[in-house]
């Protein structure tokens, strides 16, 4: 089994800041890519930021410059620091992560949302 727990939503007046964690934990052999996904009500889940293993990131063209995704692979835990947010950054945020439990077996698991509002 694996469990992608997240952590850090909340309500922030515009401007404001908010850091994310997501940490893996269960039967895990590697880690590939941890990525941030959310999602706005009425809209389809869009890909915010994404991590490879060898700490390459991409970002949607939205939040570059005010987002800023890192992962501390020791502990199977993946961060997005969200600053300067605008009330359109609102949204449930998912944590996702493409797993290997084996050497020959992957598979992308997801966390269980956590809520970001950005409003005044």
């Known amino acids: 089994q694996v469990q992608l727990v997240e952590s850090g939503g909340g309500l922030v007046q515009p401007g404001g800041s908010l850091r994310l964690s997501c940490a893996a934990s269960?039967?895990?052999?590697?880690?590939?890519?941890m990525g941030w996904y959310r999602q706005a009500p009425g809209k389809e889940r869009e890909l915010v930021a994404v991590?490879?293993?060898?700490?390459?990131?991409n970002y949607a063209d939205s939040v570059k410059g005010r987002f800023t995704t890192t992962r501390d692979n020791a502990k199977n835990t993946v961060y997005l620091q969200m600053n300067s947010l605008k009330p359109e950054d609102t949204a449930v945020y998912y944590c996702n992560a493409r797993i290997r439990i084996t050497t020959w077996y992957q598979n992308d698991y997801w966390g269980q949302g956590t809520q970001v509002t950005v409003s005044s």
């Open positions: 269960g039967r895990i052999f590697s880690i590939n890519d």
């Open positions: 991590t490879t293993s060898d700490g390459s990131t």
